[in-house]
Each structure stands twice: as structure tokens, then as C-alpha cells.
């Protein structure tokens, strides 16, 4: 940040990646607590067709697993939590949009208010959504992860 800089408010970002189409569902809101997941989560619930299973990949952040959270994911059988570590592959994906959104419109960005960064994070979203969206491509060898890991367990055994 420069010397003159000045922070007119923050925003918290929920994002989901659609990695069938590199899509991303997203949405504006002023706090990140469990009442502000369910609405996210219940925007998702609306935008996608009644007959198709939703996957979601999470971190295991506390909002995520909070008690209001696991009642409605009891109440909506079509949905399955995948809750895997902070640093895995997968949200690697989410994280590399938040990284593009960060480079190209946030990080020389000026922005007088709250509603004027929200315009600019959604109007980014809108152009990515409908020019640069690609499906997810798995790219890593799993003989290399296996083979990594079974590395990582005969280190750990050699300590012991």
C-alpha cells in the first residue's frame, strides 16, 4: 500500500468454482459468519438444476461446520461437504481466482466506497464467467502424489 492510502471498508467474498465450466458463482457480503454461508449456499441451491448433485469443496474454517450449517446440509440430500486441507490442490483452484481477481482489478484499484468495490469484484466476475471460463483440468500424476506420500510415511517411520 502506498503512504497516501486509504481503506474506505471491506467486503467478505463467497465464491464457488463450477469446475465443469470454470465458472464462478459469487457473492457480495459484509460479514463471513454461518448466516451468511446459508444465504450463499441457498443462492447455489436456487442456480442449479434440482436434478443434479452439488460436490462442495471446503476448508475446514469453523463457519463451514458450524451446527445451523450441518441442519441444512441434513435438509438438502443432494449436497455433499468435502472438507479437505487448507493447502490442497483443489481449492488451490478456487484460491488461483481470488489470486487473478487480487492482480488485475484489486490490487491498483481505486475504490471510493464498498459499493464501488463490490461493482468492480462483480463486474470481473461477469467478464470472466463469460469470456475466460474453461473447465478444470486435473493435471497432477497420481502415481506421483501416491509415490510422494508413501515418501512422506517412510520418512515419518524412519524418525520413530
Given at each position: 500500500m502506498t503512504h497516501d492510502y486509504k481503506r474506505h471498508g471491506t467486503t467478505t467474498l463467497f465464491a464457488a468454482l463450477n469446475v465443469l465450466t470454470g465458472e464462478v458463482t459469487a457473492q457480495n457480503m459484509a460479514r463471513h459468519r454461518h448466516q451468511e454461508f446459508l444465504r450463499f449456499l441457498n443462492q447455489i441451491e436456487r442456480c442449479v438444476p434440482a436434478d443434479k448433485a452439488i460436490h462442495v469443496i471446503l476448508d475446514n474454517y469453523c463457519t463451514h461446520k458450524h451446527a445451523n450449517v450441518r441442519a441444512w446440509?441434513?435438509?438438502?440430500?443432494?449436497?455433499?461437504?468435502?472438507?479437505?486441507?487448507?493447502?490442497?490442490?483443489?481449492?488451490?483452484?478456487?484460491?488461483?481466482?481470488?489470486?487473478?481477481?487480487?492482480?488485475r482489478r484489486l490490487k491498483h484499484g481505486v475504490f471510493r466506497s464498498v459499493d464501488d468495490l463490490k461493482t468492480a469484484i462483480t463486474r470481473f466476475i461477469e467478464q470472466h464467467n463469460t469470456c475466460e471460463a474453461r473447465p478444470f483440468t486435473w493435471r497432477a500424476d497420481p502415481d506421483k502424489i501416491i509415490a510422494a506420500r508413501n515418501r512422506g510415511f517412510q520418512l515419518l517411520d524412519s524418525i520413530h
Amino acid at each position: 500500500m502506498t503512504h497516501d492510502y486509504k481503506r474506505h471498508g471491506t467486503t467478505t467474498l463467497f465464491a464457488a468454482l463450477n469446475v465443469l465450466t470454470g465458472e464462478v458463482t459469487a457473492q457480495n457480503m459484509a460479514r463471513h459468519r454461518h448466516q451468511e454461508f446459508l444465504r450463499f449456499l441457498n443462492q447455489i441451491e436456487r442456480c442449479v438444476p434440482a436434478d443434479k448433485a452439488i460436490h462442495v469443496i471446503l476448508d475446514n474454517y469453523c463457519t463451514h461446520k458450524h451446527a445451523n450449517v450441518r441442519a441444512w446440509l441434513a435438509r438438502h440430500p443432494r449436497w455433499t461437504f468435502h472438507f479437505i486441507p487448507t493447502s490442497s490442490s483443489w481449492l488451490n483452484a478456487v484460491e488461483g481466482f481470488f489470486a487473478k481477481l487480487t492482480r488485475r482489478r484489486l490490487k491498483h484499484g481505486v475504490f471510493r466506497s464498498v459499493d464501488d468495490l463490490k461493482t468492480a469484484i462483480t463486474r470481473f466476475i461477469e467478464q470472466h464467467n463469460t469470456c475466460e471460463a474453461r473447465p478444470f483440468t486435473w493435471r497432477a500424476d497420481p502415481d506421483k502424489i501416491i509415490a510422494a506420500r508413501n515418501r512422506g510415511f517412510q520418512l515419518l517411520d524412519s524418525i520413530h
